[in-house]
T-cell receptor
Framework: GEDVEQSLFLSVREGDSSVINCTYTDSSSTYLYWYKQEPGAGLQLLTYIFSNMDMKQDQRLTVLLNKKDKHLSLRIADTQTGDSAIYFCAESTGGYQKVTFGTGTKLQVIP | DAGVIQSPRHEVTEMGQEVTLRCKPISGHNSLFWYRQTMMRGLELLIYFNNNVPIDDSGMPEDRFSAKMPNASFSTLKIQPSEPRDSAVYFC?????????????FGPGTRLTVL
């Protein structure tokens, strides 16, 4: 079955860049996503990338996709304390819309 | 749009009691998902529905758990009898019809504590 893995924890200093990594196993993934979960809240979509793309940039966020290695990363430039949250990588193959989520990476931003 | 609505937001109950969690998806969304989140196991998909029909319930832990979607605007997740190990945050999410990215919109969650 599908599997999505992430490191559990990342700590960065305010103003630095954060890079959160993810690996997945399903080669038929159509969409790959990054979700953010703030304390006490549900997950919220940050961005997504279609599987035929290598990169997507959205303001401070850059998503890189290496389809050959099944590796996805999220770079947050100029990380702020408000970026502290849990970040989930996810993938889907479309069709029945089932999305497989990773374990989540807790990002801690040190002032 | 009000987003996905879940109730109650917090539930504290005693072992053996029945618990019912409720969800109202975003209008026009035809898929609904129930997840459970714990520190130990992370985010787990319990069951999901397409057009009110259960598609995959392989994540439902055991027979004590049941879910229904009687119409497009309402779903319930029931635990009977509840056990302390069921303590978790339960999320409901809904998504748009096929043809678009499978973006899921999450509710705020129900924090369940079983004593």
């Amino acid at each position: 079955g599908e599997d999505v893995e992430q490191s559990l924890f990342l700590s960065v200093r305010e103003g630095d860049s954060s890079v959160i990594n993810c690996t997945y196993t399903d080669s038929s993934s159509t969409y790959l996503y990054w979700y953010k979960q703030e304390p006490g809240a549900g997950l919220q979509l940050l961005t997504y990338i279609f599987s035929n793309m290598d990169m997507k940039q959205d303001q401070r966020l850059t998503v890189l996709l290496n389809k050959k290695d099944k590796h996805l990363s999220l770079r947050i430039a100029d990380t702020q304390t408000g970026d502290s949250a849990i970040y989930f990588c996810a993938e889907s193959t479309g069709g029945y819309q089932k999305v497989t989520f990773g374990t989540g990476t807790k990002l801690q931003v040190i002032p | 749009d009000a987003g996905v609505i879940q109730s109650p937001r917090h539930e504290v109950t005693e072992m053996g009691q029945e618990v019912t969690l409720r969800c109202k998806p975003i209008s026009g969304h035809n898929s609904l998902f129930w997840y459970r989140q714990t520190m130990m196991r992370g985010l787990e998909l319990l069951i999901y529905f397409n057009n009110n029909v259960p598609i995959d319930d392989s994540g439902m832990p055991e027979d004590r758990f049941s879910a229904k979607m009687p119409n497009a605007s309402f779903s319930t997740l029931k635990i009977q009898p509840s056990e302390p190990r069921d303590s978790a945050v339960y999320f409901c999410a809904s998504s748009k019809p096929p043809g678009s990215p499978d973006t899921q919109y999450f509710g705020p969650g129900t924090r369940l504590t079983v004593l």
